[in-house]
């Protein structure tokens, strides 16, 4: 298989089966990971803790400063589809702000919108 990325040397496969417990669903997932890695590098086993350790530290990053900075976790919804989208707009909205203010923290930014309000109009025209 050939892949456009210079420094790939290992294609990744895993395989994730869930089953849910109320309906007793089960489904399976496929995911793919290309490595610069030669594939003998890791074990199984490695290569499985490498790419989890990747996606948690992701996850805790981005969910922490969703939470920490825009309440994340005080949504009393439970909705599932609308829990991702919210989600999905203040990633978005993380990554405005980082883009119109680089070098600013999140605490610092949040502060001079509040002093002059323009600025976020300013940042969502950008």
């Avoid at 395989?15 to 590098?41: A, N």
């Amino acid at each position: 298989m050939a892949v456009d990325f210079p420094y790939a040397r290992s294609l990744v496969v895993v395989r994730s089966r869930r089953s849910e417990k109320r309906s007793g669903k089960t489904t399976e997932e496929i995911r793919y990971y290309i490595s610069s890695l030669e594939p003998e590098d890791l074990t199984p086993e490695q290569w499985l803790q490498l790419i989890r350790g990747h996606w948690a530290g992701v996850e805790n990053r981005n969910h922490w400063r969703r939470d920490a900075l825009m309440g994340e976790d005080r949504s009393r919804s439970r909705s599932r589809s609308l829990l991702t989208n919210l989600a999905l707009i203040r990633n978005g909205l993380l990554r405005v702000l980082n883009r119109c203010f680089p070098g600013d923290s999140i605490p610092v930014i949040r502060e001079r919108i509040q002093a002059k309000t323009s600025l976020a109009f300013r940042a969502l025209e950008a």
